[in-house]
């Protein structure tokens, strides 16, 4: 199977500055992929590079087995690409840059006012479909962008930090959007962001840059392994009750686990020691505490996580 990105020992340097550190991975089609790290880390090199607006220093790279250097134009016909800052037409209304960019895919006029008008629906724009782009808010903006770029139906959808500007409501439909389209369309999906909470509920897999240099590649849980970070048991018992071994938190007895499997065992001996359980969880680590452990360890410490 022809991976849907691929990249080998992919490097940028502007000058002295060294952007891209050769990274080297791969995704396959449909899925869903979190680029994680902070402002400055390269992911948008990294874009800008896998779809041929710039040319690498060192390595290669391809989607869909086409070299983005040699074959643009093909690469940019089975991509779609979201930034951070919206770039539309804005004397154009919602619904005519919509259907202008699908004509421009290749669309008949019919066919792209059709699709133009379906997208608008689901992101909750129809009612300012007559309105001019540059009109539109931050957020309506940010979604017609979004739009914008599924008008060609592509293969592999680039998004950098798509919820950008969102309020909750806004941000859900985004992302139910995006997941429907690897779940239903079979789109892959190249998602940036630094919403870490977002990116778990998204992505299957992750990969966390730090000054051009990628930390670590993986689905959430090869991630906390090589992090070092454990799933706990969590117990709320009754009061004046405690659980040898365990520590009290909060009110929460805890107790990091080797093994997921020791989880039904530490219930049944707390049933059977006559403890009231009200409460027996198993806590897995979330994707904000293994992003933080390799980004702090490369800084010294806790990393401050507050832009793309």
Request: hydrophobic share 40%.
């Amino acid at each position: 199977m022809t991976e849907a990105v691929f990249a080998n020992g992919l490097s940028k340097r502007y000058g002295e500055r060294l952007a891209l550190d050769r990274l080297s991975l791969s995704l396959s089609p449909g899925s869903v992929f979190g680029f994680l790290g902070p402002n400055g880390a390269g992911k948008t090199t990294t874009v800008k590079l896998l779809t041929g607006l710039l040319t690498p220093t060192e390595g290669a790279c391809s989607v869909f087995g086409l070299d983005p250097c040699r074959e643009p134009e093909k690469v940019h016909a089975l991509c779609g690409v979201v930034t951070e800052s919206a770039r539309l037409y804005p004397q154009l209304s919602g619904l005519e840059n919509l259907s202008f960019f699908g004509e421009l895919c290749g669309l008949p006029r019919a066919a792209a006012r059709e699709r133009a008008e379906s997208l608008l629906r689901r992101l909750g724009l129809w009612e300012a479909a007559s309105l001019a782009a540059g009109a539109y808010s931050t957020g309506m903006a940010q979604r017609l962008s979004l739009a914008r770029a599924l008008m060609g139906e592509p293969k592999l959808l680039f998004l950098d930090e798509p919820t950008s500007g969102l309020d909750p409501e806004s941000a859900q439909a985004v992302n139910e959007l995006i997941a429907a389209q690897a779940a239903r369309e079979g789109v892959t999906v190249f998602l940036c962001t630094h919403q870490l909470r977002y990116a778990q509920d998204l992505c299957s897999g992750y990969g966390i840059l730090h000054h051009g240099t990628l930390l670590a590649l993986g689905d959430l849980s090869s991630l906390a392994e090589q992090a070092g970070c454990h799933s706990h048991a969590v117990f709320r018992l009754g009061q004046g009750e405690v659980l040898p071994g365990f520590s009290l938190q909060e009110g929460f007895f805890r107790r990091p686990l080797r093994s997921e499997e020791e989880m039904p065992a530490l219930v049944r001996e707390a049933v059977q020691a006559g403890l009231h359980v009200y409460e027996a969880r198993l806590e897995r680590p979330a994707l904000e505490d293994v992003y933080f452990r390799f980004v702090g360890h490369e800084e010294g410490g806790r990393a401050d996580d507050t832009s793309a």
